[in-house]
Structure formats: structure tokens, C-alpha cells
């Protein structure tokens, strides 16, 4: 097959096709269908089909907040680089991440704490209603969590999908237990391009 027959929407058809047929008499809650095959499409990975975890109406609660345009601070670069900016100026949605930060450094170096921590502190100091999507640090969710916890902190919502083996599964853990909705990958799976195509996800529709 040439290179120039072959169109990029006709290869996302065909693999949503493919993925589609792999699942076989799997069925999926149609409204969040859309974030969990994105997911697979994006890591290849079936399991994200039963692996992914929602918080009760969070398709709808996070469309909602983009929509009336809450900011979305990532956790990486990494996140933050894979979100569609097109799609998030439609929505009138600010995309940040504060990890390359002066302040975010010295501040962690300081405190003897990560940057991703730090990260998610200055976001929350930020005013208006904030969507976090979280892909690689399990601190950046404790972080979160702790400010749910002890000052009544309440994000928009939380897409935490670190991936790992330190308290990766135990941050997840304390996310699906607090107050925010969440869209989080049970156990050790996830990462950034996971966190970006949840956004994108719920941006696109």
C-alpha cells in the first residue's frame, strides 16, 4: 500500500473497528465509551476496557466544567504537550502545567517534597474551578487528596491516571474515596499520554 493512500481518519476508523471486535460481547456505558476507547486506542492496551474507574456522572460533571470553562492543570509536560489546544480554545479552556517553574523548584528543593506536589498547590491557589489531569506522579493525587481532606478543597474533578509502582495504587485509591469526580485507572497502569487522552476525549464530543 503507498504511503499517500493511506488517510489518518480512515486508520482511527478502522482501529476504533478493530478494538471494537476485540472486546466482543463486552458492552460499555455509552457515555463513557468515548474516554475508554480512547484509552485503548491510544495504548493498545484491552484492559483499560475494564480497568478504568468513574466516579458517578464524571463524563458529564468534567464536560460540564470545560464547558463553562474551568482551567485543566496537568501533573507533565508530557500531559500538558498531548492535549488537543485547538479543541481546549473551542471550550474557552486555559491548558497549564507549572512543573518548569522557578518557584515550583526552589519550592520543592526547600520542603524536601516533589514538584508535582508543588505543582498542584500553586494550581489550587489559582481562582475559578480547576480539572486536574494527573498521569505520572502519585504525589501530585496526594497532594490533591490532602487539600480535599483537611481544607475542604474541592476541584472540578480529577482524571488520575499516574502509572508506577510507588503508592501508585494507594494515591488512586484515596482519590476514588474523596469528594471530586474522578475518571482514575485502577492499579499500576496509566501515564501521561493515558491522562491526555482522557482530556481530549471529553474535549472532542
Known amino acids: 500500500m503507498r504511503l499517500d493512500a493511506i ?3 480512515d486508520i482511527e476508523k478502522k482501529s476504533f473497528e478493530i478494538i471494537t471486535e476485540l472486546l466482543g460481547d463486552m458492552v460499555l456505558d455509552p457515555i463513557n ?3 475508554i476507547m480512547r484509552c485503548i486506542h491510544t495504548s493498545a492496551d ?8 468513574f466516579s458517578d456522572n464524571a463524563v458529564l460533571l468534567l464536560k460540564k466544567a ?3 470553562g474551568c482551567r485543566l492543570v496537568t501533573d507533565t509536560r508530557m500531559a500538558w504537550a498531548g492535549i488537543n489546544k485547538r ?7 486555559e491548558v497549564l502545567c507549572f512543573m518548569d517553574d522557578e518557584d515550583v523548584a526552589a519550592e520543592a528543593r526547600a520542603r524536601g517534597v516533589t514538584r508535582a506536589a508543588v ?6 491557589r489559582l481562582e475559578g474551578p480547576i480539572l486536574f489531569a494527573v498521569g505520572n506522579a502519585p504525589t501530585a493525587l496526594l497532594a490533591l487528596s490532602e487539600a480535599m481532606e483537611g481544607r475542604g478543597y474541592r476541584p472540578a474533578g480529577i482524571i488520575g491516571v499516574p502509572v508506577g509502582f510507588v503508592n501508585v495504587v494507594e494515591s488512586k485509591e484515596l482519590i476514588m474515596g474523596g469528594p471530586a ?7 499500576r497502569k496509566g501515564g501521561s ?3 491526555a487522552a482522557i482530556c481530549n476525549a471529553l474535549l472532542k464530543q
Do not use: T
Not at 87 to 93: D, G
Not at 119 to 124: H, P, R, Y
Not at 181 to 187: A, T
Open 7 to 9: 488517510r489518518p481518519e
Open 119 to 124: 505543582c498542584m498547590e500553586k494550581a489550587m
Open 66 to 68: 470545560l464547558r463553562e
Open 87 to 93: 479543541q481546549a480554545a473551542n471550550w474557552n479552556v
Open 193 to 195: 499520554n493515558i491522562a
Open 181 to 187: 469526580p474522578y475518571i482514575v485507572s485502577r492499579g
Open 33 to 35: 465509551e468515548p474516554v
Open 46 to 53: 484491552l484492559e483499560y476496557a475494564r480497568g478504568l474507574c
